[in-house]
């Protein structure tokens, strides 16, 4: 068997992002595969609000996903057949909440990300860098206690990128929530609080970084 | 669950609408099969009651006897003994107006008056015996008082010859007025009758009877003093009770007393086999509907593999996306169950008059004119909808439920699934086979169980199918090196069992039906027309035309068979009556022959060698029956069994004296020499007659000499035994009709789940295409690539279906057949019958393609490339 992280130690407080970089099969979709609750840890322990991930049983993960985190990908993930505004209500149907509750906050948020006008529209219609905005009001529009994104960037151009960047880093502040994000975005790296490296399963600080784990 | 799920569900659906219409339609097909055949037999069970009640009436029960009926001086002892009784003599025959079949029912109207009169506490006076089913009884018009409501209708229908009422609508239908003079036969011979009044109740059930004066029926239906059965009406309560017992004991030998219509409705029983096969064969739509059904769900869940991966990992629990996928299915199932149970009634109609025939050539005299649509009908078309739609989508929601919450499930990743499961389906197409062959060996008579053991047969093909698919083209890749097209063609399909192999498997299971029952009809027609060249030793066959088998009025007069057997020129004759006669065990049909020594050779006694063969016809000359096969499975006889019969001095039990092989009687019946038969029943009558000729006679000559001695007494009908055997194929081939039509239905679905799922596949690798075009293939070509694709599918369809369906024939011929009418086939296989499936399955599988084909075609390469 080939362990792809090992001895991960990594703490992160409310309101804090931290960028994790590495190369091509470093372990960075797994680190965020076991953060989220989709796989399970080998050994040691992931907590969140001093929840034990790795012990919780499927079902009481999903329910940990659908309340507590937030996922932006790379090729933003959105339903086809739902519009942007549905995309978001999705979001906040599956924890339970309803009715014109959801819709407030779902518009809110939208109006937030600059697409307020395009709530009807299908996602299709979108371009790249408005799909991922759908996908980060999507994200925090539960409000999760943790947001991860998988090379949120990786698909957009570097006049986009710009944009989406200080957009996803701002509203998680707003919302005190942890942004754990996997990029090979430098810039958006350094938009992070903090930023390490994965290299042979352990988290390093990046050469000529004073902050490590 | 989220509105906003349901919206993304129901849209994805929505946007690939020929995916969709096509799953709809093969599942309403199927419905609509099951609801048809539910239609039509219950259309013809509901015809059979409403003449029984027609006729019947209020009565409760009735005294009838033998083929040669009841005298009528029984009538007068019991009205005059036990009039509480309320007795009301019938005689009913079947005649012939043009080529229409109607039911004579000859009433005595002051009978039914003084009937009436007895029963006065029930309900306002009735002349006539007649009362239409459905309303209370004692609150029913009888046809009799309304057509005969004047004193001058009366008048007429007491004195003037040929006096008749009919249904205003049969009236209509016939061109007649009252009034109107027509000619009327019965059996065989012609009279002319007048309508004097017309039932215009509308009442169902009335439509296919004559009424006419009793007196008139007994000479119209040669039965002069003699009465079809008296009918009674008892008090429900012990008086009656006691009334009836009395009767009972009172009456004479072989005159029986039972509840009214006990009778009538064994005849009804006998027809239980074929509506199960019937209904095993809408069963069979359903099952290729089934495949079609998990074809559509699955795509619908591979293609939002990654919609599904996404939803997990926002939140949505496994339960919510298997109650997703269910319901889909469910709201599939429902809409599909909906269209079916419309198309269902529109083939009914159809199957109706399929049935009704099958039902008049083999078992009894039915007209169908009213549509039934039993009860259960919507329950069992919702039910059979939603449950096969559900069936079909517990392994797809399952698979959706296992999808993790990530970017999905790679395609490969499914296709080393799809391998491994076709693996696993080869295991399990082994089980059900020897699950299969277990069953028949462990049953011997159950016709469930038959069919049991042939799906799970079916079950068997479908299961080993897609590892077939998968083995063939890699095979033929392999040997398409040197064509890149060749092997990205075979290879494709092998690459793709996830998609490829249902489709296959549902097209080679509905293959294997059509060869198993075409070969079994195969089998049964070549059984048939081997018999009948053994049995048919003479040269000419005269008979008396009309409806119904073993009536007693199909009769020839006396002096017309003196007449026709001294035509000069016939070497020797065999004189036949055919009688339906009573038994514990239910009516039985007899054929009393006074055999000469050449036409013994036309039976073919079923096992018995030489010596047995000849102690088997001594028994028989001196009272011993010989048995039919169909009738010996039914009662659980053999040689050497005795059978009771009611003959007409009482109960009297008769030896098996040997087992014969028949196929002109659906339900078998006994043979017995006619002077046996005389003895017992009293009845002279001759039903046939066969004619050998002398050597260098020319049939047409005694043909046309037989014509001028019956002339101007009885219609005959003379036919050569080239004509007998033409019309006893022409018959057979009519009782399948129904068969081939249910058959075709289930191939029809297969080919739409082909298409469904070529059009699933096409989507999926619109990319590919769209690279393949970009190199250089013509839009031709692609289409091609497609066609060449699907016929390859059609032809591994057919391979596997071979085998199995030549089981299934086995199945069908030596178990199916054999419990559900007694029938012993013999096997015959026709290259024919593998050429028309093989005919059928690359027809299917090209047909299926030209749409997808024409789609790729047409795309545009851009837009193919483009998409993510």
């Given at each position: 068997m080939h362990a792809v992280l090992d001895e991960v130690d990594l703490e992160l407080q409310s309101g804090a992002s931290a960028a994790i970089v590495g190369r091509s099969g470093s372990g960075k979709s797994t680190l965020l595969n076991l953060l989220s609750g989709i796989d399970r840890p080998d050994g040691g322990t992931i907590e969140l609000d001093g929840r034990e991930i790795g012990q919780l049983r499927e079902p009481a993960r999903t329910v940990l996903r659908r309340e507590s985190i937030g996922f932006v990908y790379q090729f933003f993930n959105l339903i086809p057949t739902l519009s942007v505004e549905e995309n978001v209500l999705l979001a906040l149907e599956l924890k339970g909440m309803r009715g014109a509750q959801a819709r407030h906050r779902t518009r809110g948020l939208l109006d937030r990300v600059g697409l307020g006008s395009r709530?009807?529209?299908?996602?299709?219609?979108?371009?790249g860098g408005e799909q991922q905005r759908v996908a980060i009001a999507r994200a925090l529009v539960h409000e999760p206690r943790l947001v991860l994104a998988d090379e949120p960037t990786g698909n957009l151009d570097e006049a986009t990128a710009r944009e989406i960047v200080p957009l996803l880093t701002e509203l998680v502040r707003e919302r005190e929530a942890m942004l754990i994000v996997v990029t090979h975005d430098r810039a958006l790296a350094a938009a992070a609080d903090r930023v390490w490296e994965l290299r042979d399963g352990r988290l390093h600080e990046p050469q000529g970084s004073s902050e490590g784990a | 669950m989220s509105r906003t799920l349901w919206a993304a569900s129901a849209r994805h659906l929505l946007r690939r609408p020929a995916q969709l219409i096509l799953a709809l339609i093969g599942l309403a097909l199927g419905v609509a099969t099951i609801t048809a055949v539910d239609i039509a037999t219950a259309s013809a069970n509901r015809a059979f009651e409403l003449s029984l009640d027609a006729v019947s009436g209020p009565a409760t029960n009735e005294i009838t006897a033998g083929p040669a009926g009841l005298d009528e001086q029984l009538y007068i002892s019991i009205a005059l003994r036990e009039p509480e009784l309320a007795p009301v003599p019938l005689l009913e025959g079947y005649v012939t107006i043009g080529d229409e079949a109607f039911q004579l029912v000859g009433v005595d109207p002051l009978a039914a008056a003084n009937a009436s009169a007895e029963r006065a506490a029930d309900g306002p006076q009735a002349i006539g015996t007649l009362q239409a089913a459905g309303a209370p009884r004692a609150q029913q018009p009888a046809p009799g008082t309304e057509a005969l409501g004047g004193l001058d209708e009366l008048r007429r229908w007491l004195t003037e010859p040929g006096a008749a009422i009919m249904a205003a609508s049969s009236a209509r239908r016939l061109g007649l007025t009252v009034g109107s003079r027509f000619e009327i036969a019965a059996g065989g011979r012609p009279f002319t009758a007048v309508l004097i009044a017309e039932d215009a109740s509308g009442l169902p059930g009335r439509e296919g009877l004559i009424l006419t004066d009793i007196a008139q029926a007994q000479e119209w239906l040669g039965a002069r003093g003699r009465l079809s059965s008296i009918e009674l009406r008892a008090p429900r309560d012990a008086a009656g009770l006691a009334a009836l017992t009395e009767l009972r004991a009172q009456l004479p030998h072989g005159v029986e007393l039972q509840p009214v219509g006990r009778r009538s409705r064994t005849n009804l029983d006998m027809t239980r086999a074929f509506a199960t096969n019937l209904h095993a064969m809408s069963l069979l739509a359903l099952l290729v509907g089934l495949f079609l059904i998990y074809g559509a769900v699955s795509f619908a869940v591979l293609q939002r593999r990654r919609t599904f991966a996404v939803l997990r990992a926002l939140g949505a629990t496994r339960l919510e996306i298997v109650r997703l996928v269910m319901l889909e299915s469910l709201l599939l199932g429902v809409a599909g169950a909906l269209l079916g149970l419309g198309a269902g009634v529109a083939l009914g109609r159809v199957l109706i008059a399929l049935v009704s025939r099958t039902i008049n050539d083999l078992y009894f005299v039915v007209a169908v004119n009213t549509v039934a649509l039993p009860h259960g009908a919507l329950a069992t078309a919702v039910g059979a909808g939603v449950v096969t739609a559900l069936l079909a989508a517990v392994l797809p929601a399952w698979e959706a439920a296992r999808i993790e919450p990530q970017l999905g499930l790679k395609r490969s990743t499914l296709e080393v699934r799809a391998a491994a499961i076709a693996r696993a389906l080869v295991l399990a197409s082994v089980v059900f086979a020897l699950g299969s062959g277990a069953i028949v060996l462990m049953t011997s008579r159950s016709l469930l169980a038959g069919f049991v053991a042939l799906f799970l047969l079916l079950l068997a093909v479908a299961g080993v199918t897609p590892a077939l698919l998968g083995a063939v083209a890699q095979a033929g890749a392999r040997v398409c090196r040197r064509s890149p097209v060749g092997r990205l063609a075979l290879g494709g399909v092998a690459s793709s069992l996830s998609r490829t192999g249902v489709a296959v498997a549902s097209l080679g299971l509905a293959i294997a039906a059509m060869i198993g029952v075409s070969v079994m009809v195969g089998s049964f027609r070549d059984s048939l027309h081997e018999w009948l060249i053994r049995t048919m030793r003479a040269d000419l066959y005269v008979t008396v035309p009309g409806p119904g088998f073993g009536r007693p009025e199909r009769r020839i007069e006396p002096r017309v068979l003196a007449a026709l057997t001294s035509v000069p020129g016939i070497a020797h004759f065999t004189a036949t009556r055919n009688a339906i006669v009573d038994s514990p065990r239910g009516p039985i049909s007899i054929a009393a022959v006074s055999f000469t020594p050449q036409m013994q050779t036309g039976i073919e006694l079923v096992g018995e060698r030489d010596r047995a063969a000849r102690e088997a016809w001594e028994a028989f000359a001196h009272g011993a029956v010989f048995m039919a096969e169909p009738l010996a499975w039914r009662l659980d006889m053999h040689r050497g069994s005795s059978l009771t019969l009611e003959t007409a001095s009482g109960a009297r039990r008769f030896e098996v004296a040997g087992l014969y092989r028949e196929y002109g009687n659906g339900r078998g019946g006994v043979l017995m020499d006619r002077d046996v038969y005389r003895h017992w029943w009293g009845d002279e009558g001759v039903s046939s007659v066969s004619l050998s000729l002398a050597q260098g006679v020319e049939p047409a000559d005694v043909v046309a000499a037989l014509r001028r001695a019956a002339a101007g007494h009885q219609a005959i009908f003379i036919g050569s035994n080239a004509d007998i055997l033409a019309l006893s194929m022409s018959i057979f081939d009519r009782t399948f009709v129904i068969t081939r039509v249910l058959y075709w239905l289930a191939a029809g679905v297969a080919a739409i789940g082909l298409t469904s799922s070529l059009l699933a596949w096409e989507l999926e690798r619109a990319r590919e295409l769209g690279v393949l075009r970009s190199l250089g293939l013509t839009p031709g070509g692609a289409a091609a690539l497609i066609e060449a694709q699907t016929i390859f599918m059609g032809l591994v369809a057919f391979v596997a279906a071979v085998p199995a369906g030549l089981l299934a024939a086995e199945l069908l011929v030596t178990v199916i057949n054999r419990r559900a009418f007694g029938w012993l086939i013999d096997f015959h296989l026709q290259g024919a019958q593998l050429a028309n499936a093989l005919w059928l399955a690359v027809a299917a599988a090209a047909a299926a393609g030209v749409y997808p084909a024409w789609r790729s075609a047409r795309a545009s390469i851009a837009a193919h490339l483009r998409e993510e």
């Amino acid at each position: 068997m080939h362990a792809v992280l090992d001895e991960v130690d990594l703490e992160l407080q409310s309101g804090a992002s931290a960028a994790i970089v590495g190369r091509s099969g470093s372990g960075k979709s797994t680190l965020l595969n076991l953060l989220s609750g989709i796989d399970r840890p080998d050994g040691g322990t992931i907590e969140l609000d001093g929840r034990e991930i790795g012990q919780l049983r499927e079902p009481a993960r999903t329910v940990l996903r659908r309340e507590s985190i937030g996922f932006v990908y790379q090729f933003f993930n959105l339903i086809p057949t739902l519009s942007v505004e549905e995309n978001v209500l999705l979001a906040l149907e599956l924890k339970g909440m309803r009715g014109a509750q959801a819709r407030h906050r779902t518009r809110g948020l939208l109006d937030r990300v600059g697409l307020g006008s395009r709530a009807a529209s299908t996602v299709d219609m979108l371009s790249g860098g408005e799909q991922q905005r759908v996908a980060i009001a999507r994200a925090l529009v539960h409000e999760p206690r943790l947001v991860l994104a998988d090379e949120p960037t990786g698909n957009l151009d570097e006049a986009t990128a710009r944009e989406i960047v200080p957009l996803l880093t701002e509203l998680v502040r707003e919302r005190e929530a942890m942004l754990i994000v996997v990029t090979h975005d430098r810039a958006l790296a350094a938009a992070a609080d903090r930023v390490w490296e994965l290299r042979d399963g352990r988290l390093h600080e990046p050469q000529g970084s004073s902050e490590g784990a | 669950m989220s509105r906003t799920l349901w919206a993304a569900s129901a849209r994805h659906l929505l946007r690939r609408p020929a995916q969709l219409i096509l799953a709809l339609i093969g599942l309403a097909l199927g419905v609509a099969t099951i609801t048809a055949v539910d239609i039509a037999t219950a259309s013809a069970n509901r015809a059979f009651e409403l003449s029984l009640d027609a006729v019947s009436g209020p009565a409760t029960n009735e005294i009838t006897a033998g083929p040669a009926g009841l005298d009528e001086q029984l009538y007068i002892s019991i009205a005059l003994r036990e009039p509480e009784l309320a007795p009301v003599p019938l005689l009913e025959g079947y005649v012939t107006i043009g080529d229409e079949a109607f039911q004579l029912v000859g009433v005595d109207p002051l009978a039914a008056a003084n009937a009436s009169a007895e029963r006065a506490a029930d309900g306002p006076q009735a002349i006539g015996t007649l009362q239409a089913a459905g309303a209370p009884r004692a609150q029913q018009p009888a046809p009799g008082t309304e057509a005969l409501g004047g004193l001058d209708e009366l008048r007429r229908w007491l004195t003037e010859p040929g006096a008749a009422i009919m249904a205003a609508s049969s009236a209509r239908r016939l061109g007649l007025t009252v009034g109107s003079r027509f000619e009327i036969a019965a059996g065989g011979r012609p009279f002319t009758a007048v309508l004097i009044a017309e039932d215009a109740s509308g009442l169902p059930g009335r439509e296919g009877l004559i009424l006419t004066d009793i007196a008139q029926a007994q000479e119209w239906l040669g039965a002069r003093g003699r009465l079809s059965s008296i009918e009674l009406r008892a008090p429900r309560d012990a008086a009656g009770l006691a009334a009836l017992t009395e009767l009972r004991a009172q009456l004479p030998h072989g005159v029986e007393l039972q509840p009214v219509g006990r009778r009538s409705r064994t005849n009804l029983d006998m027809t239980r086999a074929f509506a199960t096969n019937l209904h095993a064969m809408s069963l069979l739509a359903l099952l290729v509907g089934l495949f079609l059904i998990y074809g559509a769900v699955s795509f619908a869940v591979l293609q939002r593999r990654r919609t599904f991966a996404v939803l997990r990992a926002l939140g949505a629990t496994r339960l919510e996306i298997v109650r997703l996928v269910m319901l889909e299915s469910l709201l599939l199932g429902v809409a599909g169950a909906l269209l079916g149970l419309g198309a269902g009634v529109a083939l009914g109609r159809v199957l109706i008059a399929l049935v009704s025939r099958t039902i008049n050539d083999l078992y009894f005299v039915v007209a169908v004119n009213t549509v039934a649509l039993p009860h259960g009908a919507l329950a069992t078309a919702v039910g059979a909808g939603v449950v096969t739609a559900l069936l079909a989508a517990v392994l797809p929601a399952w698979e959706a439920a296992r999808i993790e919450p990530q970017l999905g499930l790679k395609r490969s990743t499914l296709e080393v699934r799809a391998a491994a499961i076709a693996r696993a389906l080869v295991l399990a197409s082994v089980v059900f086979a020897l699950g299969s062959g277990a069953i028949v060996l462990m049953t011997s008579r159950s016709l469930l169980a038959g069919f049991v053991a042939l799906f799970l047969l079916l079950l068997a093909v479908a299961g080993v199918t897609p590892a077939l698919l998968g083995a063939v083209a890699q095979a033929g890749a392999r040997v398409c090196r040197r064509s890149p097209v060749g092997r990205l063609a075979l290879g494709g399909v092998a690459s793709s069992l996830s998609r490829t192999g249902v489709a296959v498997a549902s097209l080679g299971l509905a293959i294997a039906a059509m060869i198993g029952v075409s070969v079994m009809v195969g089998s049964f027609r070549d059984s048939l027309h081997e018999w009948l060249i053994r049995t048919m030793r003479a040269d000419l066959y005269v008979t008396v035309p009309g409806p119904g088998f073993g009536r007693p009025e199909r009769r020839i007069e006396p002096r017309v068979l003196a007449a026709l057997t001294s035509v000069p020129g016939i070497a020797h004759f065999t004189a036949t009556r055919n009688a339906i006669v009573d038994s514990p065990r239910g009516p039985i049909s007899i054929a009393a022959v006074s055999f000469t020594p050449q036409m013994q050779t036309g039976i073919e006694l079923v096992g018995e060698r030489d010596r047995a063969a000849r102690e088997a016809w001594e028994a028989f000359a001196h009272g011993a029956v010989f048995m039919a096969e169909p009738l010996a499975w039914r009662l659980d006889m053999h040689r050497g069994s005795s059978l009771t019969l009611e003959t007409a001095s009482g109960a009297r039990r008769f030896e098996v004296a040997g087992l014969y092989r028949e196929y002109g009687n659906g339900r078998g019946g006994v043979l017995m020499d006619r002077d046996v038969y005389r003895h017992w029943w009293g009845d002279e009558g001759v039903s046939s007659v066969s004619l050998s000729l002398a050597q260098g006679v020319e049939p047409a000559d005694v043909v046309a000499a037989l014509r001028r001695a019956a002339a101007g007494h009885q219609a005959i009908f003379i036919g050569s035994n080239a004509d007998i055997l033409a019309l006893s194929m022409s018959i057979f081939d009519r009782t399948f009709v129904i068969t081939r039509v249910l058959y075709w239905l289930a191939a029809g679905v297969a080919a739409i789940g082909l298409t469904s799922s070529l059009l699933a596949w096409e989507l999926e690798r619109a990319r590919e295409l769209g690279v393949l075009r970009s190199l250089g293939l013509t839009p031709g070509g692609a289409a091609a690539l497609i066609e060449a694709q699907t016929i390859f599918m059609g032809l591994v369809a057919f391979v596997a279906a071979v085998p199995a369906g030549l089981l299934a024939a086995e199945l069908l011929v030596t178990v199916i057949n054999r419990r559900a009418f007694g029938w012993l086939i013999d096997f015959h296989l026709q290259g024919a019958q593998l050429a028309n499936a093989l005919w059928l399955a690359v027809a299917a599988a090209a047909a299926a393609g030209v749409y997808p084909a024409w789609r790729s075609a047409r795309a545009s390469i851009a837009a193919h490339l483009r998409e993510e």
